[in-house]
């Protein structure tokens, strides 16, 4: 049986795009997001996801499908992920991948209702040190 899903406790935006905003400042826009240890004290491993909305009618995680209307989501692979420890889902990173949208630095200026969700894997040491 897998682990939950652990929704991050703590999502800052350290940049801003606006509907004003040129090219350069959705170039910028990152995100650091933190858990804290009353959610798990010890690291984790997963995918982070980073949903975005423009639909307040139900949590944006619930809207990740396929659908005609699909909303958009950005994934990082993170391992030994610690309580209180900052990952970033930013523009920059060329690790950051996107559906439908690629790349987060072509997220189309909006009102976003964001989400940050780790999907969290099970990790496995084989007798010969290998993860699996």
């Known amino acids: 049986m897998s682990p939950p899903n652990l929704v991050a406790?703590?999502?800052?935006?350290?940049?801003?795009?606006?509907?004003?905003?040129?090219?350069?400042?959705?170039?910028?826009?990152?995100?650091?997001?933190?858990?804290?240890?009353a959610k798990s004290a010890a690291p984790l491993d997963g995918r982070l996801l980073l949903l975005f909305s423009t639909d307040p009618a139900k949590e944006?995680?619930?809207?990740?499908?396929?659908?005609?209307?699909?909303?958009?989501?950005?994934?990082?692979?993170?391992?030994?992920?610690?309580?209180?420890?900052?990952?970033?889902?930013?523009?920059?990173?060329?690790?950051?991948?996107?559906?439908?949208?690629r790349r987060l630095r072509d997220l189309k200026p909006a009102e976003y209702i964001v989400q940050p969700v780790l999907d969290r894997y099970e990790t496995f040491k084989r007798a010969d040190g290998a993860a699996t």
């Open 60 to 101: 944006p995680r619930f809207q990740t499908d396929g659908t005609p209307k699909p909303q958009i989501v950005f994934g990082l692979d993170v391992e030994n992920w610690s309580p209180g420890i900052a990952r970033l889902v930013s523009a920059t990173n060329e690790n950051v991948f996107g559906y439908p949208i």
């Open 9 to 37: 406790s703590t999502l800052a935006p350290i940049g801003k795009s606006s509907p004003q905003s040129s090219t350069t400042a959705s170039s910028t826009l990152e995100f650091a997001i933190t858990f804290d240890a």
